[in-house]
């Protein structure tokens, strides 16, 4: 990958100079909120200060007054209720959620995830026939549903009702069920349009409980406490990778709360095998919990990732917690060897430079696990990336990944007479496409980005140029406060320029840590997967700031995102 373009933020004095003064902030963190967009006190005050309360009606969203009526007639008739999901995170966690919910209300309520490689995504025909001869009158998707125009009409055939809740972008039309939830739709008036899956199906428990609550009916049932299910709102919504603004920050910041000491014994478990202390970050989230939740659905079945989040037993929630961290190991094997078979493939066979994206198949690659290494292959060859697993009939099924904010659905959409099915969002989409047509999707794809206009950026966007001597607890506290982190959120970066590297040390041949000190200010820094083993002795250097706390002790530290050898 070529060098990346730093482009540091010029921010109007005059906003910054008012927010500070006004919220009794450093200018350095006015300048953040600048820089995000918040230009005036209230709408800094009210970023930093945002809370539950702050959550907009769950009943803005298009389709939630009917979804909620027959829920609520499912309740007062005890009738039978399906929970379809899917077998990702964001999935596992919604079908957690809207079960447990609705079995906190008294309700008759199974769940029920397809299997990965025997169904394949999404709502099918056989399911919903296995859901009739169990009685369900009621089925509600989560995370998925959305395309499901064929089985919605079957279920309604067979005698069920159906309640779509998913997130996905589409196209063309949509379900004939009792409501459509999916905040993407052009008329719906939720403001909340990037929520994860498990955020729409948070958003109808929180309605229900409402319409509940105004009825009495809790004056005879507990009433189930929403904040309990934020854990999981929290795990599903950073898995899935979506955008942390508006009302995503606000449920993932509680959310994080929680999972620091969660009440749910499958996610005390969890945290355990994961070796995850007291305290937990958006990374652990996404990069240790989350993995394990994956793998179930990966690998074997997604059942026992639910399991796991239902549990009410500590033993059995270990149990499981052991199974899944033990699948993880397994699926982290088979990722590498696929790893190593897909870079040898491009650039001996592909080339890094013909293509404006990479679409990559085989015959011997798990299916299971070919989107983790297209997020691998897209970040280390700067581009787009499909990796498509092909069965005994030629029919590849393959997950693809974006690069620097180019759009794949809006590309993929060009190519649909090329595939037998696609779905997804902007940065990450599934496809099904015949093994004599990959060759054909590689060209079209490849010709509908350029078409497109569309260009990875290699830039890196740094907020402010600061000195060492001006980095202190209380700075890093207030960059605290702008947190949780993600797309759309950005965790600040700082540079400072002509430090003096001190003390380097290679950890695991892959990470360095060393000192820096200029004008009588020594600060540690880590680096993480650097891209230079030794560095000058005197740099520019990109980095955030965090507190690292050790054997109770805690430390301002430097996390190193890119640096050079000073100029000049």
């Known amino acids: 990958m070529k060098e990346k373009k730093w482009v540091v933020a010029k921010p109007a004095k005059g906003p910054v100079e008012k927010i500070s003064a006004k919220l009794g902030i450093l200018p350095i963190t006015a300048e953040l909120l600048v820089n995000r967009g918040i230009n005036s006190t209230q709408d800094a005050e009210a970023f930093l200060c945002a809370s539950l309360s702050d959550l907009p009606s769950p009943f803005l969203m298009k389709g939630m007054e009917e979804a909620v009526e027959r829920l609520r007639r499912c309740v007062h008739k005890k009738e039978k209720i399906a929970v379809y999901g899917d077998y990702d995170v964001d999935g596992v966690t919604a079908t957690s959620l809207l079960t447990g919910f609705l079995r906190a209300l008294g309700c008759d309520v199974i769940y029920y995830i397809p299997d990965r490689f025997k169904e394949g995504y999404g709502v099918n025909s056989q399911a919903l026939r296995a859901l009739k001869q169990k009685q369900v009158t009621l089925v ?8 499901a125009v064929d089985e919605v009409a079957q279920a309604r055939a067979l005698g069920m009702d159906f309640i779509v809740t998913d997130h996905h972008s589409f196209l063309g039309q949509l379900p004939e069920a009792v409501a459509v939830l999916n905040p993407r739709q052009t008329d719906c008036g939720y403001p909340g349009k990037e929520v994860a899956g498990v955020g729409v199906a948070f958003n109808l428990a929180l309605a229900l409980r409402r319409t509940l609550r105004e009825e009495g009916f809790f004056e005879t049932a507990a009433e189930p406490n929403m904040g309990d299910f934020l854990d999981l709102v929290s795990l599903g919504t ?205 060209e079209r794809f490849s010709e509908e980005l350029e078409k497109s206009g569309q260009k990875p950026e290699s830039r890196l966007n740094i907020d402010s140029e600061i000195t060492l001597a001006s980095i202190s607890d209380t700075l890093v506290s207030e960059i605290e406060t702008l947190s949780p982190f993600g797309e759309g959120n950005p965790e600040p970066l700082f540079l400072s320029r002509a430090v003096r590297v001190m003390d380097q040390n290679l950890l695991r041949n892959q990470h360095v840590r060393f000192r820096v000190r200029k004008n009588g200010s020594v600060l540690n820094c880590i680096w993480f997967y650097a891209s230079r083993k030794r560095l000058p002795e005197e740099i520019d250097l990109v980095f955030a700031l965090r507190f690292n706390v050790r054997n109770g002790e805690r430390e301002t530290r430097l996390f190193i995102k890119d640096a050079r050898g000073t100029s000049g």
């Open 140 to 147: 509600i998707s989560v995370d998925c549903g959305i395309t």
């Open 238 to 442: 950073v898995s899935d990778r979506v955008p942390v603004e508006n009302v995503n920050r606000i449920m993932l910041k509680e959310g994080l709360k929680r999972m620091r000491s969660p009440k749910r014994p499958g996610l005390r478990a969890l945290k355990d095998v994961s070796g995850i202390g007291d305290g937990i970050e958006i990374f652990d989230l996404g990069f240790r919990l989350g993995p394990r939740i994956n793998a179930a659905g990966r690998l074997d079945s997604a059942d026992k990732a639910v399991e796991l989040l239902l549990s009410d037993s500590r033993e059995e929630a270990f149990s499981l917690a052991k199974f899944l961290d033990e699948r993880n190991s397994k699926r982290r094997e088979i990722e590498e060897g696929i790893l190593r078979d897909a870079t040898r493939m491009v650039e001996s066979v592909h080339g890094d430079t013909k293509y404006n994206s990479l679409v990559l198949s085989s015959r011997k690659w798990h299916r299971g696990v070919v989107g983790i290494v297209a997020s691998s292959i897209a970040g280390s060859y700067g581009k787009p990336a499909f990796l498509i697993s092909v069965d005994e009939n030629g029919v590849g099924r393959g997950s693809g990944r974006s690069f620097g904010g180019i759009n794949i659905f809006s590309v993929l959409s060009k190519c649909e007479d090329l595939l037998m099915e696609f779905g997804g969002h902007a940065y990450a989409a599934g496809v099904t496409v015949l093994e004599e047509k990959i060759d054909l999707f590689r």
